[in-house]
């Protein structure tokens, strides 16, 4: 996992990470209201790698209708080796230099540290924000990333997306799991937060598993 920062400042939230949290559903940060899906969308390998290529070049949040703008890489070295122990709690990563790729319109590939602004609406409300990648994964069975608000949005929290090839069963499964704490007025009630995050979750999963999987 590599975990990077593109300018001074922080997000606009205190628990970091804690999307990795084996107990978010139960103990999620303070005023924040906690979310999690889990869908099976094929097997293979081949499988595993077009998902996680779709999830790294953010065809999730452009599916979701939502358009990015201004992306910035993190400038200068990034970070390396930043992982969770059991209890969920971050392991300090080892500061090197990592390389940035680019799709074919040339935008970034999702990378630690970088931030963006994204512009849309969900659920009929705006889903405008500035956003950064708090840290990436790509290991040989698992592909993600966490991404935290840093301003401008109706909650304030954390959404992190996971593509998993499960060695024991070779299935491809894509989860993503998230806190919300409501920001504007209209959103402090909680159904409404909770319905912003059931479309969020179901324009993901369009975007990469077109077929639908199952979900659980």
């Known amino acids: 996992m590599r975990r990077g920062t593109f300018r ?8 970091v990470g804690a ?17 999690e899906e889990s869908w099976r969308i094929g097997s293979g390998e081949e499988r595993f790698h077009t998902a996680g290529e779709a999830l790294l070049s953010w065809t999730a949040q452009r599916a979701a209708g939502l358009e ?15 992982s969770f122990d059991a209890e969920g709690a971050p392991i300090a990563p080892n500061r090197t230099t990592v ?14 540290g970088m931030t963006l602004k994204v512009r849309g609406r969900v659920a009929g409300m705006r889903a405008d924000a500035e956003l950064r990648v708090i ?6 069975r698992r592909i993600g990333f966490v991404l ?27 989860t993503v799991r998230a806190f ?5 007025v209209l959103y402090r009630i909680p159904w409404l937060v909770k319905r912003r995050r059931r479309e969020l979750f179901a324009r993901y999963l369009r975007a990469i598993s077109p077929l639908y999987a199952t979900p659980v």
């Not at 001074?8 to 628990?15: Q, S, W």
């Not at 840290?135 to 040989?140: A, C, G, N």
């Open 8 to 15: 001074e400042g922080t997000v606009d939230y205190a628990a």
């Open 68 to 82: 990015l703008i201004d992306v910035r890489p993190a400038s200068g070295a990034g970070y390396s080796g930043v």
């Open 99 to 112: 390389e940035q790729r680019y799709d074919g319109e040339g935008t970034p590939f999702v990378a630690p």
């Open 148 to 174: 935290g608000t840093v301003g401008g949005s109706v909650v304030s929290g954390e959404e992190s997306f996971d593509v998993e090839w499960r060695e024991d069963t070779d299935e491809v499964w894509f």
């Open 180 to 184: 919300d704490a409501p920001v504007s």
């Open 19 to 35: 999307t990795h949290a084996p107990d978010l559903m139960q103990y999620p940060p303070e005023r924040s209201i906690p979310a």
């Open 135 to 140: 840290s990436v994964t790509e290991e040989r």
